[in-house]
């Protein structure tokens, strides 16, 4: 069993930043084999696969509505996994995700996880 816990949402204004944090812990979870990530879905919309990383962090992928402008990161020791969002738009509104997959190789669609957190709320205002 895989838990997963966001923080960090909130309001902010076009162009701000926010960072986002997840705390994983479970019996079976187990830094050494889980490619992690961050999704996020605004209403309407299908989920939408922003980043992702090995349980190195030796490799990543990005969405391209993200490219250059969100940076994931890990810290096993910690069992947390972090998303630095910078020059955030309006079109950023949505729930975001923190989500897990037991790989050892990147995730490159949202749907390819296995256990995701509750999720946590930004909303940019223009």
């Known amino acids: 069993q895989v838990e997963l816990v966001e923080s960090g949402g909130g309001l902010v204004q076009a162009g701000g930043s926010l960072r986002l944090s997840c705390a994983a812990s479970g019996r079976t979870f187990d830094v050494y084999d889980m490619a992690m990530g961050w999704f996020r879905q605004a209403p309407g919309k299908e989920r939408e696969l922003l980043a992702s990383?090995?349980?190195?962090?030796?490799?990543?992928y990005y969405g391209d509505a993200v490219k250059g402008r969100f940076t994931i990161s890990r810290d096993n020791a910690k069992k947390a996994v972090y998303l630095q969002m910078n020059s955030l738009k309006p079109d950023d509104t949505a729930v975001y995700y923190c989500?897990?997959?037991?790989?050892?190789?990147?995730?490159?669609?949202?749907?390819?996880?296995?256990?995701w957190g509750q999720g946590t709320q930004v909303t940019v205002l223009s």
């Open positions: 990383i090995i349980w190195s962090g030796s490799s990543t």
């Open positions: 989500a897990a997959r037991r790989t050892t190789t990147l995730v490159v669609a949202a749907s390819e996880f296995e256990d």
